[in-house]
């Protein structure tokens, strides 16, 4: 069973910098498509990026901030958060599914919490 463990939120201040980091066990991490996902308080959850069979998409609210990248020697992928807003504060989540089918048979993780402060 495949399990994901998120990790690296915390508070920041507007315009700072957080990398999240989710590591994946219980599969063989370079079969799963990896996708990061984010609920604010109050809100549905939205998409945020993915790591899509060789393709990468963002968001329009993380395009030219975020960054999405994978190191499949370390079952890892990362969302490294540049230039925060005070909107971007949510539980952000990782999600593993071997076709991108995160919603329907995908795995996920708890969550990491990440707060930016104006």
């Known amino acids: 069973q495949v399990q994901l463990v998120e990790s690296g939120g915390g508070l920041v201040q507007a315009g700072g910098s957080l990398r999240l980091s989710c590591a994946l066990s219980?599969?063989?991490?370079?079969?799963?498509?990896m996708g990061w996902f984010r609920q604010a308080p109050g809100k549905e959850r939205e998409f945020v990026a993915s790591?899509?069979?060789?393709?990468?998409y963002y968001a329009d609210s993380a395009k030219g901030r975020f960054t999405i990248s994978r190191d499949n020697a370390k079952n890892t992928v990362y969302l490294q958060m540049n230039s925060l807003k005070p909107e971007d504060t949510a539980v952000y989540f990782c999600?593993?599914?071997?076709?991108?089918?995160?919603?329907?048979?995908?795995?996920w993780g708890l969550g990491t919490q990440v707060t930016v402060s104006s």
């Open positions: 999600a593993a599914d071997p076709r991108g089918d995160y919603e329907g048979s995908g795995s």
């Open positions: 219980g599969g063989t991490f370079s079969s799963y498509y």
């Open positions: 790591w899509s069979g060789g393709t990468i």
